[in-house]
């Protein structure tokens, strides 16, 4: 008669044992795991490690699927200040859309932070900071490996409630059901004709559910790097984080220079500090159209050249040139 394997329950320092050299790695090849446990939408690598002004060092920078930017703390035992406060300091110099930390638990002080902080962010969403207070635990089957479990003990409602709102929400399947969700026929012409170009051209894009980013093949794990969004409402965003290496951990160096900066702030209209930039609705039009296509092919040959020049040594050799164009 076949038993049953046992589940068995043991602390992070069992399973790996350096937080900096083994947990923090794991977070990070992981984040879509991360993401799908506490119900946000995190971009499958981030960046670990990185420096702040204050020469402190952040565990981990994170993109959501829409290009909001998510900063991590992890730790092993209970969260201290230290952790809370760098991770928070941080996350509000940087406009960041929320601040989680990942501890095997939480102080009760902590906690009634977290729920004073998110209140506030639901009250002011463009000013306020959503905390989500998560603990972590390993756990594996038999002798099989160890996998860490997470469970959130502190979130912010109001947010919540919109991402599960966001999920019922059937995300377009292919470029024409994208283009349904376009109100004014003149930003619609203009969206068509900048995709249409880029695939033609030989590029990539993927479908979000109210924009298209448009991609290339760049220096990261997975070959594949953001150029831009276009959003439904004639929006367009420009990663200049991602240009930076906030994700890959390759910045190409062309495209953070002062006077790429200055150049594309000019074309969007952009203050010159944010990282991850937006225009206003309606921004794209027939106008703008050609501009917007050009800086495209402006950053997708940046790219192209960091990779002949070794920047890629991470990519994955079977998509280290342009992808075939996508077609509807």
């Not at 991402?163 to 969206?191: I, M, S, Y």
């Amino acid at each position: 008669m076949a038993t049953m394997a046992r589940l068995e329950f043991g602390s992070l320092t069992q399973a790996w044992q350096g937080e900096a050299s083994d947990f923090t790695p794991l977070l990070v090849e992981q984040l879509d795991g991360v993401g799908a446990a506490i119900g946000l939408d995190l971009a499958s690598v981030g960046k670990s490690e990185v420096l702040t002004t204050g020469g402190r060092r952040i565990d981990i920078v994170a993109q959501g699927e829409d290009g909001s930017e998510f900063v991590i703390e992890n730790q092993y035992g209970r969260a201290d200040h230290d952790h809370l406060t760098r991770g928070l300091a941080y996350a509000v110099a940087r406009r960041a859309r929320g601040l989680i930390v990942i501890a095997e638990g939480h102080r009760d002080e902590f906690r009634a932070l977290a729920q004073y902080l998110n209140e506030l962010a639901e009250h002011d969403p463009e000013r306020g900071i959503a905390v989500w207070l998560v603990e972590a635990q390993a756990v594996r089957i038999g002798g099989s490996d160890w996998a860490p479990l997470f469970t959130a003990v502190e979130e912010p409602n109001e947010f919540m409630a919109k991402v599960e709102q966001a999920k019922q929400v059937e995300r377009p399947g292919t470029l024409g059901e994208f283009w349904e969700q376009f109100d004014d026929p003149t930003t619609l012409a203009a969206a068509k004709g900048v995709v249409t170009r880029w695939l033609e051209a030989g590029y990539r894009r993927r479908l979000g559910p109210n924009h298209v980013v448009l991609e290339a093949a760049g220096p990261s794990t997975s070959g594949v790097r953001t150029v831009v969004a276009v959003y439904a409402d004639g929006r367009v965003m420009v990663p200049f984080g991602s240009y930076a290496g906030q994700n890959s951990g390759i910045p190409i160096e062309p495209l953070t220079t002062r006077e790429f900066r200055a150049e594309a702030d000019g074309i969007f209209g952009f203050a010159g500090t944010e990282t991850l930039a937006r225009t206003v609705p309606g921004w794209l039009t027939p106008q703008t159209a050609e501009t917007l296509f050009a800086f495209c092919r402006k950053v997708a040959h940046a790219y192209t050249a960091a990779l002949q020049h070794g920047a890629g040594a991470m990519a994955e050799p079977s998509r280290s040139g342009p992808a075939a164009a996508e077609r509807e």
